[in-house]
C-alpha cells in the first residue's frame, strides 16, 4: 500500500455521471441517451458480452448517442485531460472502474458485478464509492487498496493484469486485495487477537523445517495472511470461498463468458498467492530467480498442494459444490510457468501500452 492523490480532478467531477432509473422511457430520454450499468448487466445476461461491447463501442464513438429506446442504457463519462486521451468512467451502484478500455468492457463489468454481490466486501465498503483505477503499473505487485474512510475504498490495478489475465485470477487478486488488507483490519478484535501470531516462528504449512514470520517478512501481513488458525487467513479464505461461489453461480445460470474453469482459476489464485508468501516469507522474488528459484519454486509447489489438501478436505458444507473445481497437482514447472506468466505480462506493459490507460 502507498500513498497517492485522488485520482480525480475537479474537471472530472465535472463529468459525475447520472443513473437513471433503468427501463423507463422518461428515464432514458431524460438521461439524453445514457446507459446505466445495472442496464448494461441486464443487457450482457439477455443479449451477451458482445451486444454490450457493441454497444459501448457505438457510445465511445458516438458519445452523443442516438439509440434512446433501443435498450438497456449504461452511463459512460468520456473526459478528455489532453488529447488524444480518453478516460472512461463505468460504475455499479457504488462500485466503479476508471479507465478501462471499450475492448474490455464486459470483463470490467463482471468485476464490478462480482464485487457489488459479495456479502463480506459490500459490509465492509458499506456504501461508501469504491473505486477501481487501472494504471500502466509494472511492479511486482499488481494492486493495492486504500480505505480512505467516509471519502471510499481506492483500488489501484495493473492494467496489463486486468487485460491479460482472466476474471478468475482478477477476482483472486481482488480476494487478496480486500480479504487480507482492510476487510481484517476493519473487523472489531482482530488487532488483538492477531497479536500472538506476530513476530514469531510458525512453521509452514507442508514444509518440515521451514518457518515464517511476519516481523521479517517483506509484508508483515501477508504472512499473518497465510498463518493457518489466524484471523486473518481465516478471513481472505472467507472472501476467496464467497468469490468463489460468485463464479461458480455466473458459470451455472451460463452468463456470457462464465465457466466452471473460472472458479479453478480463482482457487489456483488464491493458492499460488498463499503459497508463496509461506514458502517464501514473503520474499517472493526469491521464487524468480532463474539459478536459485528452482529450490525455491519446488517449495511453494510443495506448500501450494498442502494448503489445498487442507482446505478442500476441511470445506464447510455451504462449499461442497466447489470441490471437484479444486485445481489439480501443482507441479513446480507450473510454478515457473505462472511467474513467467507474470513476468511477461509486465514486460508487455513495459515494451508496450495498455490499452486502458495512457502511458
Ligand atoms: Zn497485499
Redesign the pocket.
Known amino acids: ?1 502507498r500513498a497517492q492523490k485522488p485520482p480525480y480532478t475537479a474537471e472530472e467531477a465535472t463529468h459525475e455521471q447520472r443513473r437513471p432509473p433503468v427501463g423507463t422511457p422518461a428515464a432514458s430520454r431524460r438521461a439524453g441517451g445514457d446507459i446505466t450499468p445495472a442496464g448494461v448487466l441486464a443487457l450482457q445476461r439477455t443479449a451477451g458480452n458482445a451486444a454490450v461491447t457493441g454497444m459501448v463501442k457505438h457510445r465511445w464513438h458516438d458519445p452523443v448517442g442516438t439509440d434512446i429506446g433501443r435498450g438497456p442504457q449504461v452511463t459512460v463519462t468520456t473526459v478528455q485531460r489532453a488529447l488524444p486521451i480518453q478516460r472512461m468512467r463505468w460504475a455499479s451502484g457504488n462500485f466503479e472502474f476508471t479507465n478501462v478500455s471499450p475492448d474490455y468492457m464486459d470483463k470490467a463489468t463482471r468485476v464490478l458485478d462480482l464485487l457489488s454481490s459479495h456479502s463480506i466486501i459490500k459490509k465492509y465498503v458499506n456504501g461508501r464509492p469504491c473505486r477501481i483505477t487501472l494504471e500502466k503499473r509494472t511492479a511486482d ?1 499488481p494492486a ?1 487498496v486504500i480505505d480512505r474512510g467516509p471519502d471510499g475504498v481506492q483500488v489501484t490495478m495493473a492494467a496489463h493484469y486486468f487485460e491479460n489475465y482472466e476474471i478468475g485470477y482478477i477476482a483472486g487478486m481482488l480476494a ?2 480486500f480479504g ?2 482492510p476487510v481484517p483490519e476493519s473487523r472489531r478484535g482482530v488487532t488483538e487477537e492477531e497479536a500472538m501470531f506476530k513476530d514469531m516462528d510458525w512453521p509452514v504449512p507442508g514444509l518440515s523445517g521451514s518457518t515464517m514470520n511476519s516481523a521479517t517478512a517483506k ?1 508483515g ?2 504472512v499473518l ?1 497465510v498463518l493457518p488458525g489466524s484471523p486473518r487467513y481465516q478471513i481472505y479464505k472467507d472472501v476467496a470461498l464467497e468469490m468463489a461461489r460468485l463464479l461458480l453461480r455466473d458459470a451455472t445460470s451460463q452468463a456470457p463468458e462464465a465457466s466452471p474453469k473460472d472458479v479453478t482459476d480463482l482457487l489456483d489464485c488464491f493458492l499460488m498467492d498463499v503459497a508463496s508468501v509461506a514458502a517464501t516469507n514473503d520474499n517472493r522474488l526469491a521464487a524468480a530467480s532463474l539459478f536459485s528459484g528452482g529450490a525455491v519454486r519446488r517449495n511453494i509447489a510443495t506448500v501450494y498442494e498442502h494448503y489445498k489438501n487442507e482446505i478442500s478436505t476441511n470445506l464447510p458444507e455451504e462449499y461442497a459444490d466447489l470441490k471437484p473445481l479444486f485445481p489439480p497437482e501443482k507441479v513446480p514447472s507450473a510454478v515457473t510457468a505462472d511467474f513467467g506468466r507474470l513476468a511477461k505480462s509486465v514486460a508487455s506493459a513495459m515494451w508496450g501500452k495498455p490499452r486502458s490507460v495512457d502511458g
Open positions: 500500500m505487485t493495492d487478496h486485495e487480507i488488507h509484508q501481513d501477508h495472511g
